[in-house]
């Protein structure tokens, strides 16, 4: 197992009513705030923290952008709040499932908004009380299954996307399944040029596959300026898979309407000049009640060493899900260590008021920061400081 389930029981027999509502849930060992039907509401924006540089946006749709430092590092293009909203047709998350059923195969695309009336669903979402993980939720109440994908961080590693499809029903399904990542930036996109002319970077888009190991490599072919110099670029954003042996990898989006239409697939390792993605094609049979995990893992700016360290690491799959693993809990410690030392963790006898004070600590750290050490300050840099101010 790639990594540590969420499984959670479905009431599958109780139909969605469309009406929204907020509650308080345990997944795993972590309590979240549920929003059920989520899809009822409008479109609104959910910010991702982690105790180390990550910086993640994402709507309630799907949609997202995230990077590390600054948007100078960002791994899915850098927009506004309302281009967000309407990004999930082709940035980020993708996930296609042709279900195979007795006499016909029948496709279901999860959190799809041009798919509304196909389906009887519930569309739910989860977010950590800590705010560092975000889960998407959705049950096809009519091919009784239920599919969710859960948002996470590493210092190590980057952005950790986990992913768990689940039977519901009293039979053993047969699914293939095309899912993964979409508009993936090359490292060394200059924000910029990204926003106003992302036609010229996508001409320098260079990405690879290495078919052993299915690490890929999302380059700028060369670094982009209008002056007549050398500009190599010289750092990879990274993305790899972990959970299913027998797999086909496409580094682009060129084959995902064949797919929904039924057709077979072909692993690319090399494509030029297009956006870069990444998505995974494998088969699957699910037996009663049983589910079945795996994640994505995605980073910016690899240098050849570090991307070469990866690669390694790769030939043990089981090992490294397991330090990913480690490295997501460290982070989550190190984040409620940093909060604590704010003042931001209350119990009271209602949840929800010492959920809102941790949000409001929360924004107010990360508008301001907080003391290194308490509420104690190196001397020379108190100085520095006055001079600077006064």
């Known amino acids: 197992m790639a990594h540590k389930s969420t499984h959670m029981t479905v009431n599958f027999s109780a139909r969605s009513d469309k009406a929204s509502s907020g509650h308080f849930v345990s997944l795993g060992n972590q309590r979240f705030y549920q929003i059920r039907n989520v899809d009822s509401l409008r479109p609104f924006l959910i910010s991702v923290v982690s105790s180390d540089d990550h910086w993640q946006f994402v709507s309630s749709t799907g949609g997202l952008t995230a990077g590390r430092v600054s948007p100078d590092t960002a791994l ?17 998350c993708i996930t296609v499932f042709r279900v195979k059923g007795l006499h016909e195969e ?37 091919l009784q299954l239920a599919f969710r994908y859960t948002w996470r961080t590493s210092r190590e590693y ?27 930036l090359p ?8 926003t106003v002319s992302s036609n010229l970077v996508d001409a320098y888009k260079w990405n690879e596959l290495d078919g052993d190991t299915g690490l890929a490599l ?27 042996a027998a797999r086909k990898v496409m580094i682009s989006s060129a084959q995902i309407g064949q797919f929904r239409r039924g ?32 994640q994505f893992v995605a980073d910016i700016e690899k240098t050849q060493s570090q991307v070469l360290g990866l690669r390694q690491r790769l030939s043990d799959p089981a090992e490294l899900a397991q330090s990913i693993d480690v490295s997501i809990e460290q982070g989550s410690d190190a984040l409620t260590r940093l909060m604590a030392a704010t003042d931001s963790l ?11 004070h941790y949000a409001n600590v929360m924004f107010n750290v990360l508008r301001g920061g907080t003391l290194v050490d308490q509420y104690d300050a190196p001397a020379e840099d108190f100085r520095q400081n006055v001079k600077h101010f006064n």
């Open 346 to 356: 209350q119990l009271t006898a209602e949840e929800s008021v010492s959920a809102h």
């Open 218 to 244: 999302f380059t700028l072919y060369a670094g982009i300026t209008d002056r007549a110099e050398p500009y190599e670029s010289m750092k990879a954003s990274t993305v790899f898979c972990l959970g299913f």
């Open 187 to 194: 490292a060394g996109t200059p924000p910029y040029i990204q």
């Open 158 to 184: 980057g952005f950790v996307r986990q992913c768990e499809i689940e039977n519901l029903a009293q039979t053993p399904i047969k699914i293939d399944l095309l899912d993964g990542l979409r508009n993936i």
């Open 76 to 92: 899915f293009p850098y927009i506004t709040v309302d281009k967000l909203h309407d990004s999930s047709t082709h940035t980020g």
């Open 263 to 294: 057709g077979p697939v072909k692993q690319e390792n090399h494509t030029r000049g297009v956006r870069g993605a990444y998505l995974l094609n494998a088969t699957l049979e699910l037996p009663p009640g049983k589910s079945k995990t795996w």
């Open 106 to 142: 029948r496709v279901w695309e999860p959190f799809n908004q041009d798919q509304h009336d196909r389906y009887a669903f519930s569309r739910n979402l989860y977010k950590t009380l800590g705010g560092d993980a975000l889960c998407f939720e959705e049950v096809n109440h009519d």
